[in-house]
């Protein structure tokens, strides 16, 4: 098997970091995830960062996973329960933050963890760094609507925003959108309590006026409200944090609810559970569709790295998906993309607000 020592590390470039201890099923959960995704990324390199006493049998086990990974000790691994502050104190050693390191030293384009998300936040703000061009990262994610995935951002990581901030977000879901969803011309939609000019406050009206302008080069829809998320009316939803988080919560309970009830429909009745078998085959394609495992993997960006966030709790195959979204962000290039979008917005037009923090 490959365990790489800090010198060979230093002459070799990996596709992406892997946070091994991470999550409530680490080791084997990662590792696993790691199988699948060998078989969809053949050529791809893996980092992966752990405890090397466990990790090298686990992965002398998985020949798939063996070909394409190297381990890198590290003796320490963050808890689900521990708070950013202390992260960033004592997590030094922890396969979380040498994870980071190595995409803040340019060993790996990026760095995919199912551990503790304030800590993961935290210290990819400090290590990897934000863009100097943007104000605040933001979350986001993908999310299913009637005409397919859904870019959904901020969904957290910045409560209050003014309009420079959402113009940003605008900026980077379209990249993300580009790269991941492989859309040519993504359309974005700003979140407001109406879809009228006139609606909304001051930051909002005035991140539209900077959006609508030829320079930015956007797909800019315009204003949209709640229900359009589920309608797939924008392939881009930009919100502030406190809505986005909201809006993600309700959608995430909402499908819950849809499934118990279907459930309890299925279940009542000798003639219902009849009706369930000859439902099945469409009630089998409902499920995939609805599966959270395929929409598993909240990215941070703004970043000067890719950095991808796995559900603590998500299987082997949940894992490979947010593998996969980081991949896909390397490969078309995601960190130039909104660079290059960045140039643009600093061409003459109409001006925005500075961030405040």
């Known amino acids: 098997m490959n365990v790489a020592t800090p010198a060979e590390a230093g002459l070799r470039r990996f596709s992406l970091a892997i946070d091994a201890m991470g999550g409530d099923h680490a080791p084997e959960s990662v590792l696993d995830g790691l199988v699948l995704a060998a078989e969809r990324h053949p050529r791809a390199q893996f980092l ?35 708070k950013p ?5 004592q997590g030094r050693n922890s396969s979380m933050r040498l994870a980071i390191d190595a995409v803040a030293q340019g060993e790996a384009a990026g760095v995919v963890s199912a551990g503790n998300t304030g800590a993961l936040m ?17 979350l986001a994610a993908i999310a299913p609507s009637a005409r397919g995935d859904v870019v959904m951002l901020d969904l957290g990581a910045n409560v209050q925003c003014d309009a420079r ?28 309590v109406g879809s009228e000019e006139l609606k909304g406050d001051d930051r909002v009206r005035q ?3 900077v959006l609508r302008a030829p320079s930015t080069a956007l797909n800019f829809h315009g204003f949209i409200e709640g229900h359009d998320i589920a309608a797939g009316t924008v392939d881009v939803v930009v919100m502030d944090g406190f809505t986005g988080n909201v809006a993600l919560k309700t959608g995430e309970g909402a499908l819950k609810l849809m ?26 394609r409902l499920r995939e569709w609805m599966d959270p495992r395929r929409y598993n993997g909240a990215i941070l960006l703004g970043l000067n790295g890719v950095v991808v966030k796995s559900h603590g709790g998500t299987d082997a195959t949940g894992f490979a998906h947010a593998v996969d979204v980081a991949m896909d962000m390397v490969t078309h290039g995601f960190i130039q993309q909104i660079r290059d979008s960045l140039s643009r917005l600093a061409t003459p037009g109409p001006s925005v607000t500075a961030p405040q923090d």
Do not use: W
């Not at 935290?122 to 933001?138: S, W």
């Open 122 to 138: 935290a210290l990819a703000k400090i290590v990897v760094k934000t863009m100097p061009e943007i104000g605040r990262p933001a």
């Open 48 to 82: 992966l960062v752990g405890d090397e006493a466990r990790l090298t049998p686990l992965l002398a086990a998985r020949p798939a996973a063996a070909r394409v990974c190297a381990i890198r000790h590290a003796p320490d691994a963050i808890p689900g329960d521990m």
């Open 207 to 209: 991140a539209a006026e």
């Open 165 to 192: 901030n959402l113009v940003e977000f605008a900026i980077m879901g379209d990249a993300f959108a580009r790269a991941v969803l492989g859309l040519p011309g993504p359309s974005i939609g700003l979140m407001n």
């Open 85 to 89: 502050t202390a992260a960033l104190r």
């Open 259 to 284: 499934r118990d009830m279907l459930r309890q429909v299925f279940t009542s009745s000798i003639p219902a559970r009849m009706g369930y078998l000859l439902a099945r085959p469409a009630l089998d």
